[in-house]
């Protein structure tokens, strides 16, 4: 991992390590919600606003409350989509989920919390009222009835039934891209970028995003409990449409290959310094992590 | 009911019926939000944003929106803790939970983004910005880890121990006025009210959603199940503290009392023309809905 992320990244923690630790008669709703939060990950989304803040001329740490959002929305959705009734897992990156290490009334709670946390610190942050209203709406959005949260539906309901291409292009587009492109569009906005920026900022997080999900697919596939910190080839064996099962394993690596390249395209030209956006993708297609 | 709560009311319920209407290929979800959003109800908590905002001067047209995002917050909270995991209903408002029509995944799910549309609702209103972030901030607040959610987690402890008084009181602090609160004051934001005016909305809010509470409780221990659309006693049966439990009925209702006469106490001085909130008032207390 390059240095400039690892800088992001540990400014992130350590934002993140801070909040929910005061002393509450609720303690356990806090303690659920740490746990999951600070579970690890590769922080990509909130390292994604600090550094498009970054590119476009802002102070990445006026960014933090929104990258730190940005990871409590995602963070709320793995909670939910680990419970008994959707994707039933047991283990995540390696520990046991929330419901399993506390108890399902709790993980639903405190996905709850986290998500109004996640709107708390936007429209609490350090930056003008008309910048934080407009990542506040941007985030609903994109994790809300239209975006994240329509892409699980869609997710769970293909696996009782095989996906067309359109259908799981539908499915990824919002239940992974849409929060991912809120991250990249929120740092832009925090660190004053142009219309234009928000779009290029857009495009580059779309096809990422895409990018991201096939390869979640070619790692199921081929990948191991040590890398993954979830069993191997669960998908196929439940029968789910994945990128790989659709158009097979060397069509998806092709795909990966241009929606990664698709992704760097949409940089050039709208922004300066985008070696570490450049180098970004290209870590995540080579899975050199 | 008067004629100008049935008026708010009307227009809270064409304004919700007319969301979450678009053909989408997520249509489950939407059918959820709605079977939830559209099933019923007293409205208490929309029907005070938009006389709130009315009484400070303000258009409650104005306020819909405001008001809308608190009902979704109500609805989501509601959908969430009818879920097997914590309060295992089966009816609400004499209707199959979301969880029984439909299944626990998609009730989940339909809460979640019901949360996030209400973030949405708030933040593009036709307001001006700053209006908009402070109402989002408040409602954020109130519904998260220190508001409503951090009440549900003490209600589900209360059930396996009992409570003191002083615990019975947070509990019903956080699950129930935290929300009430922030329906007043954002009526009251939304119109243009001054500081006085939101400290004293926020004042009776407070006052009211504990009375609220109590004749909940006592509804339970007197309660039919026509009245209510849940069953008898289910409270007592469970061995949950109540007001009932802890103070007896009479002293309950005597609580009862006190909390309505404070809840109006704060009107007075702050706001004119409000008949209707003290009709309000006594209409709760007086069970005559």
């Known amino acids: 991992m390059e240095q400039w992320y690892r800088t992001h990244v540990d400014q992130i923690e350590q ?16 303690t659920a919600m740490r746990y999951s939060l600070l579970g690890g990950g590769k922080r990509i989304r909130p390292v994604l606003t600090m550094e498009f803040s970054r590119i476009v001329g802002g102070n990445p740490e006026k960014a933090l409350p929104f990258a730190a959002a940005i990871e409590m929305i995602h963070t709320y959705s793995l909670t939910h ?41 936007v429209l609490s942050a350090d930056l003008p009222e008309d910048v934080r209203c407009r990542a506040g709406l941007i985030l609903a959005r994109a994790a809300g009835e239209d975006g994240m949260v329509a892409g699980q539906v869609l997710d769970l309901a293909g ?61 199921d596939f081929e990948g191991d409990v040590a890398q993954l910190g979830k069993p191997i080839g669960s998908d196929v064996e439940s029968g789910k449409t994945t990128f790989v ?41 080579e899975r050199k992590y």
Not at 15 to 30: H, K, N, V
Not at 93 to 113: K, N, S, V, W
Not at 253 to 281: N, P, R, Y
Request: glycine residues 6%; charged residues 25%.
């Open 15 to 30: 934002y993140l390590s801070a909040c929910f630790t005061e002393d509450r008669p609720w303690q356990a709703l806090y």
């Open 245 to 285: 099962t659709l158009y097979g394993l060397d069509r998806a690596k092709e795909m990966l290959q241009e929606q990664t390249e698709a992704a760097k395209a949409a940089l050039i030209g709208a922004f300066d310094d985008i070696d570490g956006l450049l180098w970004l993708s290209d870590w995540l297609l």
């Open 81 to 121: 989509d680990d419970l008994p009734s959707m994707d039933n897992d047991d283990l995540r990156r390696g520990r046991p989920t929330c419901h399993i290490r506390f108890d399902e009334a709790t993980a639903i709670l405190a996905g709850d919390a986290l998500q109004a946390a996640a709107f708390r610190e």
């Open 159 to 219: 696996e009782t039934k095989p996906l067309t291409a359109e259908e799981l292009e539908q499915v990824h587009k919002h239940k992974t891209a849409a929060l991912i492109q809120a991250a990249a569009t929120l740092g832009v906005i925090a660190g004053g970028g142009t219309e234009a920026q928000i779009g290029a900022a857009s495009r580059f997080a779309k096809a990422l995003g895409i990018a991201f999900q096939i390869r979640d697919d070619i790692l």
